[in-house]
């Protein structure tokens, strides 16, 4: 599933977007996922829970590919 998601600030923190765009609940969710190595960051598996995730990047994780666009 293809998600594009509009941000206004700078950037958005890894496990913070995943909450926005409800692959997940909670923190704990985002924070077991990412560091489990199911989270990919421009193609690269990310395990930084405070990945700064700018426009232009592209997260995958589980059936969902993340665009961020401004």
Same mark, same amino acid.
């Given at each position: 599933?293809? *998600?594009?998601?509009?941000?206004k &600030?700078?950037?958005?923190?890894? $496990?913070q977007?995943?909450?926005?765009?409800?692959? +997940?609940?909670?923190?704990?969710?985002?924070?077991?996922? /990412? /560091?489990?190595g199911? +989270?990919?960051?421009n193609?690269? /598996?990310? &395990?930084?829970?405070g *990945?700064?995730?700018?426009?232009? $990047?592209?997260?995958?994780?589980l $059936?969902y &590919?993340?665009?961020i666009?401004?």
């Amino acid at each position: 599933m293809n *998600k594009k998601v509009k941000i206004k &600030t700078e950037f958005i923190k890894l $496990d913070q977007l995943l909450k926005y765009v409800s692959v +997940v609940q909670t923190g704990g969710e985002a924070k077991e996922l /990412i /560091i489990d190595g199911n +989270v990919k960051f421009n193609g690269e /598996i990310c &395990t930084q829970r405070g *990945k700064k995730i700018r426009v232009g $990047d592209v997260v995958e994780v589980l $059936d969902y &590919t993340i665009e961020i666009e401004e």
